[in-house]
């Protein structure tokens, strides 16, 4: 059976540091916890779990922190998770069965990471990550923000999933980050341009993320996913900035990178549907459900493939008076949000129609 070293970078993680560990520490070998600074209880939390604390003076830069926590690393394999990440009892058996079961020959293990849950406790966006790597591979992260594993070998990806369950959150320190980076005078590569555009949106400073998401796209270097959401995230923008028609021109835009994504067929479909073209809109909306959902290390929205089309069809075909075809896609809609307001008064409405 194969070892298991956690390896963690922390910091004023008290609220979240307990349950991540207690989720985890029955399964791996040993427990690394990297303190970049904490003045809070963290540390004093930690040292009932383990020994191995170790100090690293934050520098703003993630990779070398976590490139450090992976030097303390005396096991077969590399478990890395933040604070506010937990394994649910249902994944922690399956990591204990992985645990007996994983070939020595794989060098990287593939873990779902659930990144945001709705209401309803289902899964609204996801990532795959390279969670669990081989100790000898020495792989190394890089970036300072948004830092990526560089990983190659032979992979396994797996059916468990980490779950993200954060209480806070900076919102200002990947820009502030970035923008240290930038009046340093140093340049920044066409990923870290691409996130930046995404700091930049998300502090509502839509024009000047305009112009990052178009310099990551010229430089040509980005992958073929990054690109089509920074074709996304533009159209958001100037959505926001009420520009529709430079909004419908950046989705089409996305288009020329590969087939249409379920997000980008939902908002074709909403921009004809506030024109009231239903049937187009129709059209758009049903290509968001017939788009095959493709094993991809990238996030996953999984709304737009599921309960927003239907949902919409629901209420177009309610317009065109077509009210079985309404009620069906509402009860799809139903099955992945059975508390939504809006299927609840559809599903009302439609059943009083249908009776008469």
Known sequence: MLSISLCMIVRNAQCTIERCLDSVQHIVDEINIIDTGSTDRTKDIVQSYTSRIFDFPWCDHFAKARNFSFHQATKDYILWLDADDVLTKENQHKLLLLKQSLYPTVDVVTMDHYLILDDDGVVACSERKYRLVKRVGHFQWQGAVHEYLKVS???????????????????????????????????????????????????????????????????????????????????????????????????????LYDRPKPEACCRMGQFFMEQSKHKEAIYWYSQALQQASVDSMTIQKRAYSSWIPHLQLSLLYRELRLFENAYQHNLEAKKWKPNHPEVKINEKYLLSRLKN
């Open 153 to 255: 070998g032979q992979f396994f990806h797996s059916d468990i999933a980490v779950t993200h369950l954060p209480l806070t959150k900076d919102i200002h320190r990947n820009i502030r980050i970035y923008e240290g980076l930038l009046q340093e005078g140093q340049s920044l590569s066409a990923r870290d341009s691409f996130h930046y555009a995404n700091e930049l949106k998300l502090h509502q400073r839509y024009l000047e993320a305009i112009n990052q998401y178009n310099t990551f796209l010229d430089s040509e270097l980005g992958a073929t996913d990054d690109c089509i959401e920074a074709c996304l995230h533009i159209g958001e923008c100037y959505r926001l900035l009420q520009d529709d028609k430079q909004a419908q021109q950046a989705i089409i835009q996305s288009f």
